[in-house]
């Protein structure tokens, strides 16, 4: 038996406050969440503060697979929190501001995680504050030339900036974001439609996608996978030698919270047991879609639905 990968998800824990009442999230704690159970090692690098939500925070995540020991305390800022409300069905953000997780300290702990980690994933919103943002990219840069390293682009106005974007890309092996999220991309990074292959006529948003993805790839070399997501419409992997498209499942969805970071997990898990791309989105669809077909960001999972998942996956790979 080989001995399960270390992964890590590096950034902000929160409570999503929702009109039913609050839910624990955030995109790298979705994602360690994910990726323990489908049976790696994870573990979360965040920050609470010293308050009732912070010790919430831990007992909802003390019987799921994912390890909390290396999380900080802050004594001086208050648990991360978004306030979400929706209109027509699409969620809309305020995100508080400072929180603990804006603070995340460099410990001697946590960089000797980061060089035995197997994977890594990190986001843009956790670098909203320079302190996070130091420590988020020392991590990175300590990981061995080995690891996966997943830059989540995951935007939240107005926290984010083409010097982030430009940074965090510079330290990733593997890029992922949702087909709304190209165009604004392109336009941080000063990237010209032109360039990512645009005809003189415009064409539709989807089309760009792929160029787009080979124009990321050339304009970073340590990058080696595009992952672009599309909802209910599945998702484009794209590397510098071949891309695959994926139609996605249909599902009926409970809410998207969640699905992408599920999708992310998913395609590292797969990735460190060195999946080709039709596998990987397969994966990345199976788990992105079941996730948003329940309620929550992190559901229960019964063992007889992830063997399930876990089956129709591997049938891809014969």
């Known amino acids: 038996m080989h001995e399960p990968h270390l992964i890590l998800g590096i950034g902000e824990l929160l409570w999503d406050m929702l009109p039913e009442g609050p839910r624990l999230g955030g ?37 799921m697979p994912v390890e909390t020991s290396y999380l900080e305390i802050d004594p001086a800022h208050e648990t991360g929190r978004v306030t979400v409300s929706f209109s027509s069905g699409e969620p809309h953000y305020i995100i508080h501001d400072p929180a603990a997780w804006d603070y995340m300290d460099l410990s001697d702990d946590w960089i000797q995680l980061a060089e035995r980690a197997d994977a890594i994933c990190f986001g843009s919103l956790a670098q909203r504050n320079q302190h996070s943002r130091q420590t988020i990219q020392t991590l990175a840069a300590a990981t061995s030339a080995s690891c996966i390293r997943i830059f989540d682009v995951n935007l939240r106005a107005p926290f984010y900036s083409s010097e982030i974007l430009e940074e965090s890309l510079e330290l990733s092996t593997v890029v992922k974001m949702n087909d709304t999220e190209v165009p604004l991309v392109l336009e941080l990074l000063a990237i010209d439609l032109e360039e990512a292959g645009a005809p003189d006529r415009p064409r539709p948003a989807n089309e760009l996608l792929r160029p787009a993805a080979e124009r990321l790839l050339r304009a970073f070399p340590a990058l080696q996978l595009v992952a672009i997501t599309r909802g209910s419409r599945g998702s484009l992997l794209a590397t510098r030698d071949e891309w695959d498209e994926h139609p996605g499942f249909p599902v009926k969805v409970a809410d998207a919270v969640g699905s992408g970071d599920a999708f992310t997990a998913a395609l590292t898990h797969y990735l460190l047991r060195g999946a080709g791309l039709a596998l990987l989105n397969e994966a990345g669809n199976r788990w992105g879609g079941w996730t948003a077909s329940q309620s929550g960001a992190m559901p229960a999972l019964p063992d007889t639905v992830r063997d399930a998942i876990t089956a129709a996956i591997e049938k891809t790979a014969n």
């Open 27 to 63: 995109a790298p704690a979705n994602f360690a969440v994910m990726a323990g159970r489908l049976g790696n090692r994870a573990a979360i690098l965040s920050r609470l503060g010293r308050d009732e939500l912070g010790r919430q925070a831990i007992d909802r995540l003390d019987p």
